[in-house]
């Protein structure tokens, strides 16, 4: 059946049967594609009917299907023309882990940072209303985890009244985030869940109202007409409905003419509906349903019979943190950990394993945890916040305001910073450098290796009266790198003959950094290459230590723009230090997936090539600031 459909459009005439037996196919070839690729295998399992259904029931691109987060849309691409193109997922060239417009007609958004959908669907339904394409509707697919994060409730809180017509709002209660939802709402969803339900109400309507000659079928009709049906009569008064919002629910999300009723009532109903629907995360597939952690949220390449990873694990950056926070959390009683919905991934599992009451699960909700976070430092706790670097981001203004503005001790531990891979643009965390650069009085620390990251932790723990962070990257860490001397808080990993070039490195760009002055070394060229550990504020001895080399090359995992090479210029500048500085990094550009290994290749961040650019620049005479990198674009540090 898989082979046969081309298109949404191929749905609409399958019968119940033949929709059971391309719901079992497509969670077959998803267990087959995903378990080679690595991906979002659990949330994708539980899916199936309810995408199928969604195309059934809408046709898209006319209606506008958008999938919150879009970790959930691999059975929206399979629908959509793309079955064929799954070898290829997450992978170099291949179609993306989340929906991406340049593939397909059929996606409109392209995210992967939750709880952004409504707002989409929001603004869409309302153009649609303005410009009078008042035949195009909208629907919107968000999570019970998604629903966690402010935007949507500011989103909801906006739709209810915007007047627009043609908006579903499907809500995939799977009663799991990474892990199980947490919060007020997944309480209130729990409650919904257990309330004898709308479409059961039908299913008992239909038995007894139309078995009754003469009035039954016309009692059962106008139950299950447009406006009446629509939960006013049986369905919990929820808070949905005191936003003002229709609710239709709750549904089984695995049973497409259920599925199919509701949709089709929403769709008709001529104001935004939200229909509640029930799924199994990892659905069909025991491996991930036994997976009592995650459900398989997200794995790595697996074995599909038995879900087990591929390849030994080593030693990660995240457990590296893990460990560590646990030793501090076992001396300083004062420590509290926060995660935005990330137990598992940030390692934060461990210290709750230790310190339950020391741990704070916010759900998908950054900007909360670091206000929330200020808050307990105010109490005169010390609150580290871990969540991924590409995370932060929305946080920003509270990181700059409620945080560092308020004096507040908090430590921000970012993993998966610098160039992430797999998950593309949206993922990198390459920005985390540049925000925080300008935010005064806050630390930075990349630490290179485990040893060092264990020291900056303890250090940044031991600040009460300002934020501190730190960011590592995503992955095993490697072996220590030993500092052969300590300056300053400057650690010098490797000494070049001659003082041609001071190579600064960045965090975990020192195996590459070290390699390429050894490399530099064999053509002659003495590269020294530093550590300043701390990367803000920058030690003002790197303006001494700076003067005795022919140039200087800074090494970082971040974008350039605004980065560490920017920040030591000023510093330089402002010493009226005149050596040029050449500036390796991140362009200022959206990376697409790849492998973490081929983008740092294909912007020129390995050994040889950062040799061969070294080596060259040593030879030029003529001193210039600011010099480019080759492989950079041609803006930045102009
Ligand atoms: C802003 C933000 N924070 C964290 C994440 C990491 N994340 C990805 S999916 C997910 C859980 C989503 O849960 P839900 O919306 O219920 O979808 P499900 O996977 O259960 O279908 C989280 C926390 C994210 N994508 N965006």
């Given at each position: ?6 298109g949404?459009e ?22 087959e ?14 899916v199936?009917?309810l ?9 898209s ?9 879009g970790h959930?849309?691999?059975v ?13 997922l ?13 593939e397909?007609?059929?996606d ?23 410009t009078?394409?008042?035949d ?10 998604a629903l966690?994060?402010g935007?949507?409730?500011e989103?909801?809180n ?15 209660d799977?009663?799991r ?5 947490i ?29 009754t ?8 009709e ?8 629509i939960?006013?009569i049986?369905?919990?008064?929820g ?24 949709l ?18 990892g ?27 591929v390849s030994?694990s ?12 646990v030793e ?9 950990a926060?995660t ?6 940030t ?5 709750q ?6 741990t704070?699960?916010?759900g998908?909700a950054?900007q909360?945890?670091?206000?929330s976070?200020?808050g ?6 010390h609150?580290v916040?871990?969540?991924y670097?590409?995370?932060?981001n929305r ?5 700059l ?5 308020h ?9 998966r ?6 998950d593309g643009?949206?993922?990198?965390g ?7 650069g300008?935010?005064?009085t ?9 040893a060092?990251l ?21 992955g095993?860490v ?7 001397e ?9 000494r070049?003959?001659?003082?041609d ?10 195996p ?13 060229v003495?590269?020294?290459?530093i550590d300043?550990?701390w ?5 003002q ?31 330089f ?15 200022l550009e ?9 983008i740092l290749?294909?912007l ?34 102009r």
């Amino acid at each position: 059946m898989l082979e046969s459909l081309k298109g949404p459009e191929d749905l609409k005439a399958l019968n119940a049967a033949q929709l059971a037996e391309l719901s079992s196919e497509i969670r077959a070839f998803l267990v087959e594609k995903v378990s080679r690729t690595g991906g979002h295998l659990g949330p994708n399992l539980g899916v199936v009917e309810l995408t199928l259904s969604i195309h059934r029931i809408f046709d898209s691109p006319k209606d506008i299907v958008l999938f919150d987060t879009g970790h959930q849309s691999y059975v929206h691409k399979i629908v959509t023309g793309r079955a064929d193109k799954f070898d290829g997922l997450r992978q170099r060239g291949g179609i993306a882990g989340y929906p991406n417009r340049r593939e397909s007609e059929h996606d409109v958004i392209e995210n992967s940072h939750a709880s952004t959908a409504l707002s989409w669907g929001d603004g869409i339904s309302r153009g649609f209303s303005i410009t009078g394409q008042n035949d195009r509707h909208v629907v919107v697919v968000v999570g019970d985890g998604a629903l966690t994060g402010g935007m949507s409730w500011e989103a909801l809180n906006n739709i209810a009244t915007a007047g627009t017509r043609n908006l579903v709002i499907v809500v995939n209660d799977n009663e799991r985030s990474y892990s199980p939802t947490i919060g007020g709402l997944a309480t209130h969803l729990s409650t919904l869940r257990m309330t004898q339900g709308y479409e059961r109400f039908l299913d008992w309507g239909k038995d007894v109202l139309q078995k009754t000659p003469v009035v039954g079928a016309p009692i059962f009709e106008t139950l299950h007409g447009m406006k009446k049906g629509i939960k006013d009569i049986v369905a919990p008064q929820g808070m949905f409905e005191d936003l003002g919002l229709k609710y239709i629910g709750p549904i089984d999300g695995h049973d497409i003419a259920a599925m199919d009723r509701a949709l089709e009532q929403a769709k008709e109903f001529g104001e935004p509906v939200l229909v509640h629907v029930i799924t199994e995360k990892g659905r069909g597939y025991s491996p991930a349903i036994a997976d009592e952690a995650e459900k398989f949220h997200a794995v790595g390449i697996v074995d599909p019979e038995t879900g087990l990873p591929v390849s030994s694990s080593k030693t990660s950056w995240t457990d590296v943190f893990a460990g560590e926070l646990v030793e501090i959390g076992k001396k300083r009683e004062d420590i509290v950990a926060i995660t935005a919905a990330m137990l598992g991934p940030t390692g934060l599992d461990k210290f709750q394993k230790v310190f339950p009451d020391r741990t704070i699960d916010v759900g998908i909700a950054e900007q909360h945890a670091v206000t929330s976070a200020a808050g307990l430092a105010y109490t005169g706790l010390h609150p580290v916040v871990a969540v991924y670097s590409t995370f932060l981001n929305r946080a920003f203004d509270q990181v700059l305001l409620d945080v560092a503005l308020h004096g507040a001790g908090v430590t921000f531990v970012l993993d998966r910073a610098g160039v992430t891979g797999d998950d593309g643009p949206s993922h990198h965390g390459i920005w985390d450098m540049a925000l925080t650069g300008i935010i005064p009085t806050m630390a930075v620390a990349a630490p290179r290796d485990g040893a060092r990251l264990r020291l900056a932790l303890s250090e940044a723990v031991d600040i009460n009266d300002r934020p501190t962070m730190i960011r590592f990257p995503k992955g095993a860490v490697h072996n220590d790198i030993p500092a052969f001397e300590s300056r300053d808080g400057i650690d010098v990993l490797y000494r070049g003959e001659s003082a041609d070039v001071l190579l600064v490195s960045i965090g975990a760009m020192a195996p590459i950094a070290v390699e390429a002055a050894s490399q530099a070394y064999r053509e002659g060229v003495g590269v020294t290459v530093i550590d300043p550990r701390w990367v803000k504020p920058l030690p003002q001895s790197l303006v001494t230590m700076a003067r005795r080399y022919k140039s200087v090359v800074v090494l970082e995992d971040g974008i350039r723009h605004g980065g560490i090479a920017s920040s030591l210029s000023e510093l330089f500048r402002d010493a009226r230090l005149e050596v040029p500085i050449h500036s390796i990094g991140v362009p200022l550009e959206f990376i697409e997936h790849s492998k973490r290994a081929e983008i740092l290749e294909d912007l020129g961040i390995t050994a040889q090539q950062i040799a061969r650019e070294v080596v060259e620049w040593s030879s030029t005479s003529e001193p210039m600031q600011f010099q480019e990198h080759e492989n950079a674009d041609r803006t930045q540090l102009r």
